[in-house]
Each structure stands twice: as C-alpha cells, then as structure tokens.
C-alpha cells in the first residue's frame, strides 16, 4: 500500500504534520519520510527561501504496542532517562525518533524509522529490541499499554451508537479491522444528519470517536469511517472531478488550485490523480483552508 | 420537546465520554432569538484541555456535531467553553 503525498512547508517538521494529517496518520511511527528539498533560510529578507518539500509515505503497520500516548517531547525525554539509566548495562535500547512508540516485538522497525529525529540513534536503531513491557524498571509515570484494536473497535461502537441514541436517530454501528485500520460503518436511513455537508459532520464524528477511543484505551489505531454509504458516493463525485479538472490542467499545462477540502477529501484527490500522467498534485495552506492543487508535470515546449 | 433538547442530550454526551471527571460536566442550552441558541459547556479545569483538544480540534468537532444536532431540530447551535 504505496499512499504518500508531498507536502510543502516552512519547516520539516511543519510538513510533515501537515503530511501525516493529509494521510490521516496520526503517529509518525506509521510513516516514511523522505526529504524532497531542505528549507533554506534565504538571505536578505528572506530572499531566496526555500520551504522544505518532504515526501511522507504511509508505511505498513504491523502488530504493534505502543505504551504511550503522549505528545513526542515528553517522550523524547522520558527516552533520555531512561538512556542514561541504560548507559552501563547491556540491556538493549530502544531507539527515539519514533516519538511516542516503542515497540515491544521487532520487525518492522526500520520501515518505520521514518519521522522526526529518525537520523539520530541509527546504531541503535539496529538493535533487537527485546524489551518486553514487563521488563526493565518502569516509572511511576509510565502510562498503561494500549488496548487490542478489537477492544478499541468495541469502545468506537459503543461510543458512536450512544451518539446515535443521544440525535434518537435509527441506525446500526458495524466495525471491522483490516491491517490494522479500524473500519467504521454506521447504517440506517436516518443516519443521513451524520454526514453535513462534504461529509464534514462525519469526520468530526470520527475525530471524536478518535478522542474517546484514545482517552479510553491509551491509544487509537488509524480509523476510517462511513455513513450510509456516503464515502464511496463522494469518492466517485470526486474522481470524476479530479480527471475533469486534470484534463484542464494538462491542455494548458498549468495548475489549479481546488476549494479547501478535508484531509479525507483531499486523499481522495491525490489518488485518483495519481492515475492520471502528465500530472501530480500538492497541498497548501493549513486546515481548514487546505486545498489540493493539481499541477502539470509533464514535458514543457522547447521555448519554455 | 423544548427547542435545543436534542442539542443538550449530544453534547453532554459527548463531552461526558471525553473527559475523566463525568460529575463536572455541566451544559446548558439557552435561547439566543428566535432558532438560535447557544450551549454553554464547562467541565473540570483539568479535564478542558480534552475538551479543547490540539488546535482547537476537538472542541470544533463538537461545534460541528452539535450544530448537526441543531439541524435534527431546526434551530442554530453555537458551542461555548466556559471555564
């Protein structure tokens, strides 16, 4: 699964927020990073500034616990401790970089090594990571691990369907896990006030979802969500759009920018015009004014 | 059924399931004209960072929610956080 979208922004770290939330990521232990273009600081005036590109690439999430649901400093230094404790015995580390993660079973950990900070510690990285969470002397701060998806999937159920109860709409909530992704789907006629408009209401149902899911069970795995079949109806409105507009694009080998979208929305965009030659597409401004625009990549004329 | 009544029940609900101290959550729907109203919502001080969320996130789902929850009763909903 090859999802990835470049983003701009002034700071790496910058872009590779704005990138994560385009991909609907929300642990940067579940991306590849790859910088297009280091930002420049320019010169007089900032004359001559670069943004940093990055490319982020969504990468395959294996069975993996995570203790922790704090932001990235806190672990960073929590890591550092914790480093230093390690210092004289031969106990294996764990590498930062990968913020708030750390994996008690090995394996795709070097896949995952993308993010912030991922350069440092590489020697380290290489390392079987052999602690298992009953090991070594954990803090007293140290939060408890994360539940199962399937307990989390139960927890999205239950919250979504007392959602429903409160509107005293009709309406069935079904979960499914697929690799790692937790499949939402809410059905019933009147389920409909849960959509609003582009689907908006929708993923503020999910973003709340997301919330009590990750307030209850430590962590939150990536979740997708639908609402009376609205997603795949919305997907083909903007496919059909997407290669009306990437058509335009290419006859006068320019760019359009598109109205600010949703990251869901966007995702959509950037795939289906992946499909498309001649073109590719980007991201700018910041949420909720973020919009994709599609962008001519082919070969120009000579005289250009 | 009063106008709002819907808009109350989701948004206790909701602000109910995210933070930790459920007894300090207090909303309260008052009229504001004619179709309108506006949900004050407080809770535990520790607990309205939650409620806030990164950026805002979480209290403009809940806007957002909420405001759907206007629509199920023809009424325009505002969401306030009070501290």
Request: aromatic share 4%; no cysteine; charged share 35%.
């Amino acid at each position: 699964m090859d999802e990835w979208v470049e983003v701009q922004g002034k700071t790496v770290d910058l872009a590779v927020d704005v990138a994560m939330t385009e991909l609907g990521v929300t642990d940067r232990a579940d991306i590849e990073v790859e910088v297009v273009q280091e930002p420049q600081a320019g010169g007089f005036l900032g004359r001559g500034r670069q943004e940093a590109i990055v490319r982020v690439t969504k990468a395959p999430r294996k069975r993996r616990r995570r203790r922790g649901r704090g932001r990235n400093q806190d672990d960073r230094s929590d890591d550092n401790r914790r480093k230093n404790q390690n210092e004289k015995s031969p106990k294996p580390k764990q590498g930062k970089g990968q913020g708030k993660n750390r994996q008690a079973a090995g394996g795709d950990r070097d896949r995952n090594s993308g993010g912030n900070g991922a350069s440092r510690d590489r020697n380290e990285k290489r390392q079987e990571p052999k602690v298992s969470k009953s090991d070594s002397e954990r803090s007293a701060d140290d939060r408890p691990e994360q539940a199962p998806i399937e307990e989390q999937a139960e927890v999205a159920k239950e919250f979504i369907s007392g959602l429903l109860e409160a509107f005293g709409l009709e309406g069935k909530v079904e979960t499914r896990i697929d690799e790692d992704v937790m499949y939402i789907d809410v059905s019933g006629t009147q389920t409909e006030a849960l959509i609003g408009p582009k689907g908006s209401v929708m993923q503020s149902v999910l973003e709340l979802t997301r919330t009590v899911v990750q307030r209850r069970t430590y962590g939150a795995p990536r979740m997708r969500i639908d609402i009376g079949g609205y997603v795949e109806r919305r997907r083909e409105a903007l496919r059909i759009y997407a290669s009306k507009l990437a058509a335009q694009v290419i006859e006068d080998k320019g760019e359009i920018m598109l109205e600010p979208m949703n990251a869901a929305d966007r995702k959509v965009l950037h795939d289906a015009v992946a499909e498309i030659d001649d073109v590719r597409t980007y991201s700018e401004g910041e949420d909720p004014r973020r919009a994709v625009v599609i962008a001519y990549s082919g070969p120009r004329d000579e005289e250009e | 059924m009063s106008q709002g009544e819907i808009v109350d029940k989701v948004v206790t609900y909701v602000v109910s399931e995210i933070v930790d101290d459920k007894d300090a959550v207090e909303v309260n729907v008052v009229q504001d004209g004619d179709d309108a109203v506006v949900a004050e919502v407080r809770a535990a001080k520790s607990d309205m960072g939650r409620v806030i969320g990164k950026r805002g996130r979480v209290a403009r789902a809940i806007r957002n929610v909420a405001s759907a929850a206007g629509d199920e009763e023809g009424v325009a909903v505002d969401v306030d956080f009070l501290d």
